[in-house]
């Protein structure tokens, strides 16, 4: 399968990243660049773990330390990590529903499906991505809800902390208090009104146009099989693909 090997200046990176963190045992460098090969293996296959070609090692030696970097919060932290140096002109946000497999039910042990941001939304049973991306469509945060919840749920923590000078988002964002939170922060809300708007407020439609850097960073993460269907039960675990995913975007 193509493109599912790490670059030499990637690894380097990568391998980097990890002797720093604290909380992270990398081990044989060899070992671990095998690793993180495996889960872009996964990632870009959207395979079962059990499938896992055995050059990657044990299929459930992988899984295990993949889990547990998930709850280590190491995947957040290496997306962090990439994503210092944003541009902070423009700052857009929007959503994104994904179809859930059946094999994601039943996470009833862990607080149900509402609490691993699965739900039931026109297209079936499904998840909802909020992101948050720079200046350059380069991912700064994710986050998940079950797929019937609406945009505005996610768009104060999309925004709040983040010195954007415009925020654009698309008219589902369009609430009055989401658009003056944007305002207090001292952006500028680039956000088209409601169509039933009784007064309709104005917007700079020619930087609206930047929106479309958001939409392709969605269709990018969607290339990895394994973003784009969820069959994992629990939401940090999915939540550990995108944060993963969106890092190798950075690195590109």
Same mark, same amino acid.
């Given at each position: ?41 996964? $990632?870009? $296959? ?14 459930? $030696? ?122 207090? $922060? ?67």
């Amino acid at each position: 399968m193509a493109n599912v090997r790490l670059q030499d200046d990637q690894w380097t990176k990568i391998r980097k990243f990890l002797r720093d963190d604290p909380n992270t045992y990398v081990g044989n460098e060899a070992e671990g660049r095998r690793f993180v090969e495996a889960v872009i293996w996964i $990632s870009r $296959s959207g395979a079962q773990w059990r499938l896992l070609p055995g050059e990657y090692g044990k299929w459930n $030696s992988v899984y295990k330390r993949f889990a547990r970097w998930c709850d280590q919060g190491v995947w957040e932290r290496l997306l962090e990590h990439f994503a210092d140096d944003p541009d902070m002109e423009n700052g857009m946000v929007d959503s994104t529903i994904v179809r859930a497999h059946a094999c994601a039910a039943g996470a009833e042990k862990n607080g149900g499906q509402a609490e691993q941001a699965l739900g039931r939304s026109r297209g079936g049973f499904s998840t909802k991505i909020h992101v948050t991306v720079d200046g350059l469509g380069n991912p700064l945060r994710l986050y998940l809800t079950a797929g019937q919840r609406h945009d505005i749920i996610k768009a104060h923590d999309l925004i709040v902390d983040l010195d954007f000078n415009f925020v654009i988002a698309d008219r589902s964002y369009g609430a009055k208090d989401f658009l003056d939170e944007i305002t207090a $922060s001292g952006a500028e809300a680039v956000i088209p009104p409601k169509k039933n708007a009784k007064e309709p407020h104005e917007y700079d439609e020619w930087r609206y146009r930047e929106r479309h850097l958001i939409e392709c960073f969605i269709g990018k993460i969607k290339h990895f099989r394994r973003v784009f269907s969820r069959f994992d039960k629990l939401a940090r675990r999915y939540l550990g693909f995108l944060q993963f995913v969106s890092a190798l975007i950075w690195l590109r």
